[in-house]
């Protein structure tokens, strides 16, 4: 796998070019917001209701001074709580209808998480060589997310292996560059509203893309953060309890 600094002139192909002109979209309807939701839980995505932003810049949940507003599950048992079942998902989303939700990364999916502008270079690359890419998101606090299969969940836990990269709530602004969203983490699912004027996760790639390999994107990924290392700040470092 190779990390080093290269590739093509500073100019940015059709996919970039569109991808920058891209601007935040408003709120789904709720109709919308609802079917995105039962997508991402029919592509595999467990999902658990989250925070949403409330106004100042702030977060609905009682934390004063809360670290990640709009950004961490509503409950403490999030793990056990996550479900892709499409009954529980409709109450949840007619009952908090503004409410963002999180899925549940390890058990089904991983998700690797990069520099807005990294991302967009790399998933250029990887459309270009023909790579097949799943879902992927793009977060206007400056992060691209590419879903991708989990690394499993073998019943022995000798068989787990563990990664440099890999990325829990607690230690995400420990990984400015690329993050691992394996067992134990979550990232949120659009659509997602974050705290400022507009802003929020949304999808660039649906869930209608099949899971793929992690280990297929690895490479780009890692050369285009190569490339983007420091040029982006980081979003707040996420601070929530992983276990209840």
């Not at 409709?90 to 963002?100: D, I, K, L, S, Y």
Request: aromatic share 6%.
């Amino acid at each position: 796998m190779s990390a080093t600094f290269g590739g093509r002139p500073g100019r940015q192909g059709k996919l970039s070019q569109w991808l920058r002109g891209r601007r935040p979209k408003g709120d789904a309807d709720d109709g919308g917001r609802e079917a995105l939701l039962l997508a991402a839980a029919g592509a595999g995505l467990p999902l658990a209701p989250a925070a949403h932003p409330a106004p100042g810049y702030g977060c609905s949940c009682d934390r004063v001074g809360c670290p990640t507003p709009a950004r961490h599950p509503v409950s403490f048992a999030w793990q056990t709580q996550s479900t892709t079942d499409r009954g529980q998902i409709e109450r949840w989303a007619r009952h908090q209808p503004e409410a963002n939700f999180v899925t549940a990364t390890g058990m089904l999916h991983d998700v690797l998480d990069v520099p807005l502008e990294a991302g967009r270079e790399a998933l250029e690359r990887l459309l270009g060589e023909g790579v097949e890419v799943g879902p992927v998101a793009e977060s206007d606090d400056g992060r691209m997310l590419f879903f991708a299969l989990t690394r499993g969940t073998p019943e022995d836990e000798d068989e787990w292996w563990p990664c440099a990269l890999d990325c829990h709530p607690e230690t995400m602004d420990e990984h400015p560059g690329l993050r691992w969203h394996c067992r134990g983490s979550y990232v949120l699912v659009p659509p997602a509203r974050l705290p400022g004027d507009g802003k929020g996760v949304r999808w660039v790639r649906g869930p209608e893309h099949p899971l793929t390999d992690p280990l297929s994107l690895l490479e780009a990924l890692t050369d285009a953060c190569a490339r983007h290392v420091g040029t982006e700040s980081s979003p707040p470092g996420a601070s929530w309890p992983l276990h209840h």
